[in-house]
């Protein structure tokens, strides 16, 4: 009876390990940055894509798939699940360019209206690589955006200057009624009705791409590159964020619990050296774009707004001075709730390190397999 006991609880222990090592942060040796993702230009996708928050469309239209995982994504809070995973699609005509997402998410938050503090997005974006040219910017622009339950697109916008300065610069929405902003962006965000996650479509103007790195570089007293027009290729360096939140019994958020994004090395966010448009382990490369015409002049301007005042903490990137772990952009509209994942730490790595011990003691080994 005691063989028996002793081998149910060594059957336990092994349990334990083996979940443990499949939740264990991914090694080198596994991990690739995303590197070169490719779309074909298209001279019209308003008759071919329709974004209603149904990827069908993208599915069976011949659009390439790309699968964000925790094998290609670089975490600065938390750990990527195991069933947690995006598809991506890329794709661009002569006034937009278009990214839908598919997130394979069992638990999701909405973000409050005009905010993105629930399940969302931050993006970087470096239009033809003039930011990663400077050897100024830390950063490129961010467009951040959340799950809405009126399924539109709120879209924040900040470009972050070199003197370290993080402004909300303007936002936009799908349904945004201001004349100027008409088209700028348009799209929906959507929960999925079989509760696996959720989906986001949008198209932003190259217009609008155009005209924040202009201004941020104008902002900076650098000169804007000329932009010619008709030119085949498109190059942008691409940081795609994603905050992932868990949440209560009754649907309230129960904060952060993962925030990861793609780099160009492994460890390289957590260490705050990664923000850098160059660094930000993705680019796409848009060819035979020769109908696309941009104005070389700026949008309207409006005084820069600042984040709505929380009383929750905020999500920032990590600097050199601080140990803490945060979002990308600074003063974004975060909520501020402890992160669950950090409650659960020290817990976690006392229990872990019991069962390695007591399975080491009895000389088993168990090596998580790695993914194909």
């Known amino acids: ?21 499949a939740n264990a942060a991914v090694d080198e040796s596994e991990w690739n940055a995303f590197g ?19 990827v069908s469309d993208w599915q069976n239209g011949g659009f390439q798939r790309y699968d964000i995982d925790k094998f290609n994504l670089d975490p600065w809070e938390g750990e990527v699940d195991e069933d947690w995973s995006i598809n991506l699609w890329f794709s661009a005509d002569a006034q937009y360019l278009y990214i839908a997402f598919k997130i394979n998410d069992k638990t999701v938050l909405y973000s409050d209206d005009g905010l993105y503090n629930g399940d969302a997005f931050q993006i970087q974006l470096d239009f ?64 999925a009705e079989d509760g696996s996650g959720w989906f986001a479509e949008f198209a932003i103007s190259w217009q609008t791409l155009y005209n924040d790195i202009s201004n941020k570089l104008l902002n900076d007293e650098l000169p804007v590159p000329e932009w010619t027009g008709g030119e085949d290729e498109v190059s942008l360096n691409m940081l795609i964020c994603y905050l992932d939140h868990n949440v209560t019994e009754d649907g309230s958020d ?24 160059e660094s930000a382990g993705m680019t796409l490369k848009l060819s035979g774009m020769t109908e696309v015409s941009i104005e070389s002049t700026e949008a309207p301007t ?33 909520t501020e709730t402890e992160p669950a994942a950090e409650k659960n730490k020290s817990c976690g790595g006392v229990i872990g390190a019991g069962a390695i011990v007591a399975v080491l003691a009895l000389g088993a080994c168990v090596v998580a397999k790695k993914k194909d």
Not at 142 to 152: H, V
């Open 128 to 191: 033809n690589g003039w930011a990663a040219a400077t050897e100024n910017f830390e950063r490129a622009v961010f467009y951040s955006f959340g799950l809405q339950e009126d399924n539109t697109v709120d879209m924040t916008v900040q470009c972050i200057y070199t003197d370290g300065a993080s402004q909300i610069d303007y936002t936009m929405a799908s349904d945004d009624e201001e004349e100027w902003r008409e088209g700028e962006v348009k799209g929906v965000t959507k929960a």
């Open 254 to 277: 129960a904060g952060i619990v993962g925030a990861w994004g793609t780099s160009h090395a492994l460890g390289s966010l957590k260490a705050g050296d990664g923000w850098y448009p």
């Open 302 to 334: 409006e005084e820069p707004t600042e984040a709505p005042e929380s009383t929750e903490a905020k999500t920032e990137a990590p600097t050199q001075t601080e140990t803490k772990t945060e979002a990308p952009a600074t003063n974004a509209p975060e």
């Open 36 to 54: 070169e993702v490719t779309a074909t230009y298209d001279a019209d996708l308003s008759t071919k894509i329709k974004l209603d928050g149904d």
């Open 1 to 21: 009876m005691k063989k028996f006991f002793a081998m149910l609880v060594v059957a336990a222990m092994l349990a334990s390990l083996c979940a443990l090592t």
